[in-house]
């Protein structure tokens, strides 16, 4: 039961720390450094039994908590499944989540509502790890449905500028988008094992008896909540505008909660998706099409933490072929290495808005390198990575995933990963080449960044360093650890082996494209003058025009649909209907009130037309 702890002291630190900030609004009692650290205990204590479950879980385990609904025989129970899928997560959720808080702490320190910030942040830690610990799908969608909410609150967080507001509806509408396919599933699946309790073991036993059309259609709309909570296309649009949140949220909706959830809820399930590759097969195109053009989007896109948000997506896609090849030890490797390095990025990225008063603009930075040595340094580790430089994180698990792609004889899914790797060294050397090389700008002043900010960024480029050696393949004299590790919990297809010749050749392809991409960064953007402008630049630069081609086909007409129904409600069904009505009424009326005339004999006459009336019906 130690287990129940791990969601529950977040989310019950979320309850005190809110009640505190109710509290703390008139009195003032309690500094922001007490809230934080206060509300950092939680996390902390959560990822500490977390790694004592790790060393000491030998089999699954389920826990069964209480009967949730209960109608004579049927049940929804609410409990926990942990097995090594489960401990996998929790560990990078609640390691990378308390030094998310911990950061937080000082870079928040002064910001109005500093208190409510940490109480929505700890409602996102429980809520994430409710969503992997649940022992059922019912459950689950309830630590789903509380990831969207807390998003969008800590999205919204500077709810006093507009476009931050509409920001956080975005997301949320988005996402409810999902979270229809999501339930649509849920549905699908309930009515087809047709037994009460419904948790993942007896699921698995339960899959040979679903026909294999229904599977499909459950495959299917899994994913489709998958892709809104993983921001792929079309359900991507939400992820670069949830910018508009304080940088602590952007990386620990990047690193460690909410966009790894679509990723997980597939692992989860592949005891489906293996049964029906067909479906498999779409979501890896989907992911890889998805990364190219989020990858074209961050080679103009301005602003520093949107540049990193599109390189989330283009990963995310990376990750989606995958588990959509049926590799997902694969998938998850890449999420692991993923959350060190690009809560580096962001808390990087973070420290640097910070240092210069909230600029986010590149091209209003440069010259950074020694004024900002201590924040250049692991950004530089994670730039690296991400860009799969031996032997950073980001080389072992991505070019694992292209290799699951050419073993799998998809080799245009290969081609187009491998041109995404040139891509993204480009455009993230793009940002450093940028931000510490290019020209100074004189007008900034630089502020101190607290020890505390700079230590969390040292531990997280240690883990962008270190992470990648869990998966060192068999063809370089690893055994694969993570693979070995998750191999219990998830259920794989098998590819074809290929010589280890071919390979070395693959990673040696890999690197040289991302040396490549680097080195056409460095000649453009070392010493950069001006951006020249193209169709196809003012192309990538306005995002495909994805954001306007929605707008015009839902928004707009949405809008003119609800204007056609205002019409026909209120002109229609209201001024001419109901108006009729009312003109009956008083027409008739009009005429009754004419017999009341205030007379007796009047009154008298009608008596007795009335009695006559009823004898001569009688008779």
Do not use: C
Request: hydrophobic share 55%; charged share 10%; no cysteine.
């Amino acid at each position: 039961m130690l287990a129940t702890l791990i969601p529950a002291l977040p989310f019950l630190s979320f309850m005190f720390i809110g009640f505190l900030y109710l509290f703390n609004l008139k009195s003032k009692k309690i500094s922001d450094l007490q809230f934080g650290y206060l509300a950092s205990i939680a996390p902390i204590i959560s990822f500490f039994i977390t790694l004592k479950l790790f060393f000491e879980l030998e089999k699954p385990e389920l826990i069964h908590l209480f009967n949730w609904i209960k109608v004579e025989d049927f049940y929804i129970k609410v409990g926990f499944y942990i097995d090594n899928l489960t401990l996998f997560m929790m560990l990078f959720i609640t390691f990378i989540g308390s030094l998310i808080h911990i950061y937080s702490i000082y870079y928040m320190r002064g910001e109005e509502g500093f208190g409510k910030f940490f109480a929505y942040l700890n409602l996102f830690m429980s809520s994430m790890l409710i969503l992997v610990l649940a022992s059922n799908p019912i459950f689950m969608f309830v630590g789903w449905e509380g990831v969207g909410v807390s998003s969008y609150l800590l999205i919204s967080f500077y709810y006093n500028k507009k476009e931050n507001a509409i920001a956080g509806n975005k997301a949320f509408i988005v996402n409810r988008i999902g979270d229809f396919g999501f339930l649509i599933a849920i549905a699908l699946l309930f009515n087809a094992t047709n037994w009460s309790g419904f948790d993942y073991i007896y699921l698995k036993a339960s899959v040979d008896n679903i026909s294999e059309n229904t599977l499909i259609l459950i495959a299917f709309f899994l994913f489709w909540g998958a892709s809104a909570k993983s921001a792929q296309f079309p359900l991507f649009v939400w992820l670069p505008d949830a910018m508009a949140g304080p940088t602590p949220v952007s990386a620990l909706i990047h690193a460690a909660t909410m966009v790894t959830a679509g990723i997980y809820l597939i692992a989860r399930f592949s005891f489906i998706y293996v049964e029906v590759e067909v479906v498999g097969q779409v979501i890896a195109y989907i992911g890889i099409f998805t990364a190219l053009i989020s990858a074209l989007i961050a080679t103009r896109a301005n602003d520093i933490k949107k540049i990193l948000a599109y390189s989330t997506i283009s990963q995310l896609g990376y990750m989606f072929v995958a588990v959509g090849l049926g590799s997902y030890t694969a998938g998850l490797f890449h999420v692991f290495t993923h959350a060190f390095f690009k809560a580096l990025l962001f808390l990087g990225a973070g420290a640097i808005i910070y240092a210069l008063h909230h600029e986010q603009n590149i091209f209003n930075m440069g010259g950074l390198k020694d004024k900002l040595k201590p924040i250049f340094i692991p950004m530089l580790i994670a730039t690296l990575a991400i860009s799969g430089i031996f032997p950073l994180a980001g080389f072992f698990s991505k070019d694992e995933i292209l290799f699951v792609a050419f073993s799998s004889g998809h080799y245009d899914i290969w081609l187009m990963g491998v041109f995404i790797a040139f891509l993204t060294a480009f455009y993230m050397f793009r940002m450093i080449f940028l931000v510490f090389f290019n020209k100074e700008n004189k007008t900034h002043k630089i502020l101190e960044v607290p020890i505390v900010m700079k230590f969390v960024l040292y531990i997280l480029a240690i883990g962008s360093i270190l992470a990648g050696f869990i998966g060192i393949p068999y063809a370089l004299g690893g055994s694969n650890l993570i693979h070995h590790y998750l191999s219990d919990s998830i259920y794989e297809l098998t590819h074809h082996s290929v010589e280890n010749y071919i390979i070395y050749l693959l990673m040696l392809i890999n690197t040289i494209v991302a040396l490549l991409g680097i080195f056409i960064a460095y000649k453009k953007y070392y010493n950069f003058n001006e951006e020249k402008t193209s169709a196809l630049n003012t192309l990538f630069l306005n995002k495909f025009y994805i954001d306007e081609i929605y707008d015009y086909l839902f928004v707009k007409s949405l809008n003119k649909l609800s204007n056609l129904t205002e019409i026909f409600i209120n002109q229609i069904l209201i001024n001419k209907i109901v108006g009729s009505i009312i003109l009956i009424y008083a027409t008739t009326s009009s005429i009754f009130i004419r017999t009341q005339t205030g007379k007796i004999r009047m009154y008298a006459f009608y008596l007795v037309l009335g009695i006559s009336s009823m004898f001569l019906y009688n008779y």
